[in-house]
């Protein structure tokens, strides 16, 4: 049943960022559901719930993005981890505090991301590239409150 509830989970997110949010993009960009919904689950659930949910998300958004394969569930497992580990060692009960975290996390995959397609050799202009990496940060970290009180609600067998 939990491995159900992961699958639809990632599912509707996924759906809902590649179909529905593309209307509500801020200078090209739009918020990273799967990424939230990874770090959400990573406050309520065991570290080997969170990677199987991290894997199948990243795996999710690496058949539907561009750019390398695999880039998005090696960070997303990454991500995962860190929140766990981070949530054993500080308390993550405050909002602001759950907040500045996930704006954190949301900058540095936005700033690995953008990297590893200069690796790739995409040319990205300095400016357009700090201007996606922040404004989809901010742009996810505004909607991370959303996401966090539906992975609440959502029965995947928490801690």
Known sequence: MRILNFLLTITGFGIL????????????????????GVISVSLFLDL???LVFAILSGIFKDVYSLGQFGIHTILFCLWGFTMVELSRKISLDDNWMRLLVVLIVALLDN???GLSRVYAGSVIPLGIFLRTVFLSSIYSTL?????????????LNSR
């Open 17 to 36: 960022e590649i179909t529905f949010l593309n209307y509500f993009k801020l200078f090209l960009v739009k918020p990273d559901l799967l990424l939230l």
């Open 48 to 50: 080997k719930s969170v």
């Open 111 to 113: 700033i690995i991301l």
């Open 143 to 155: 909607f991370f409150p959303a996401v966090f009180q539906l992975i609440k609600r959502i029965p």
